[in-house]
């Protein structure tokens, strides 16, 4: 069974529709043919970011984006790091 995907404009229509409009999470969900607890999770996600919730698929919240950024960072700093230190090494036998 292959997994269902939902577009961003349907979860936050969805949300809306629970938050807005006052409907119970169970009609909503049986309305929608949604499982209630994943609608409950996108009230949960909608509620704790409502600017970048449901960044959908290839797209991050800024905060990913930094983590990422820092992280090629930091593996380019370790090989710099890494060929200093051969380098180092290699004038100190030569000095010797």
């Known amino acids: ?3 269902r995907r ?5 979860k936050l229509e969805a949300v809306r529709l629970v938050k807005d409009w006052g409907v119970a999470v169970a009609q909503a969900a049986r309305d929608l043919d949604v499982d209630e607890n994943v609608l409950r999770k996108w009230v949960r ?3 704790a ?3 970048h919730a449901f960044p959908g698929q290839g797209q991050m919240k800024p905060e990913q984006l930094e983590i990422d950024r820092l992280r090629r960072e930091v593996a380019k700093l370790k090989a710099e790091r890494d060929i200093l230190k051969k380098a180092a090494a290699f004038f100190a036998r030569e000095a010797t």
């Open 1 to 3: 069974m292959q997994r």
């Open 6 to 10: 939902f577009s961003r404009e349907f």
């Open 45 to 47: 996600e909608a509620k």
């Open 49 to 51: 970011d409502p600017q």
